[in-house]
């Protein structure tokens, strides 16, 4: 069963069509890149994609349900990252982390642990009210919840903007050696090529309001001499 699958997705804001009949779908255990240029809606496909935002018409399944009628499994089993950040920043690190462990039945303590050591969230951050915290520590706070519970699919939308280059290493790093070895189903919304072509194996190219171009980055750059930048401003120009 594919995890994801996308029909005929149309989404506007006002006379502004941003998404225009996207079709796709996502094989399980696929790390997918998705690009394209500013504006171009890849934060609105994920998140009628996820249900976040209802469409105009179209569908959404996740897991082979639709997604405004999945099941409590299912819902479980999505973890997502927002490009901005969501936490109830009235919450300490500890607080927030304690409730969606109460939500979560495959809450991974030792992993959350593991990653609060790792990413700075000893001593004073871990009881520091989340509004208080910088902007790249509440990416990573929201990073870890969305990692915690070992999701089967893993939305990631801009998840490296707010953290300075040892934070996305770090980041990444996780994402290669625990995530992606779980055959996790991965969408990963990125404007840094280089930090996509460390994980991805697959990209797809949100162009016009549709995905014009999908398949094995491998196999999209073969032959034409062509470096993902280079690609990116051919298929998105």
């Known amino acids: 069963m594919n995890p994801v699958v996308v029909e005929n997705l149309h ?3 006002g006379a ?9 779908t ?6 997918i890149g998705l690009l394209g240029r500013n504006g ?3 934060s609105t496909l994920l998140e009628c994609l996820l ?10 399944r996740l897991f082979g349900q639709p997604v405004t009628a999945l099941d409590e499994h299912s819902r479980a089993s999505i973890g997502y990252v927002p490009q901005k950040s969501d936490l109830f920043e009235w919450l300490t690190p500890v607080q927030l982390l304690a409730y969606f462990k109460s939500l979560y039945p495959r809450w991974n303590q ?4 593991a990653l609060m050591e790792r990413w700075g969230f000893q001593g004073e951050a871990r009881d520091r009210q989340i509004s208080q915290l910088s902007g790249g520590q509440r ?24 953290l300075d280059p040892v934070g996305r290493r770090d980041f990444l790093q996780e994402l290669i050696s625990d995530v ?13 090529l280089s930090d996509l072509e460390r994980v991805a194996l697959d990209v797809a190219f949100l162009q016009g309001g549709k995905i014009v171009l999908q398949g094995a980055l491998d196999e999209l750059l073969e032959g034409k001499n062509l470096s993902l930048e280079d690609l990116f401003v051919e298929v998105t120009k």
């Open 180 to 192: 992606i070895e779980r055959d996790t189903t991965v969408i990963f919304s990125t404007h840094i």
């Open 51 to 60: 249900g976040l935002r209802e469409s105009d018409s179209g569908t959404s």
């Open 16 to 24: 502004q069509q941003v998404l225009q009949g996207v079709n796709w």
């Open 26 to 31: 996502i094989a399980p255990g696929k790390v």
């Open 11 to 13: 989404k506007a804001f």
């Open 110 to 113: 030792p992993k959350v642990d």
């Open 139 to 162: 990416q990573r706070l929201s990073i870890i919840r969305a990692l915690a519970h070992d999701p089967q699919l893993l939305v990631l939308d801009e998840p490296v903007a707010s």
């Open 40 to 42: 171009a809606g890849k």
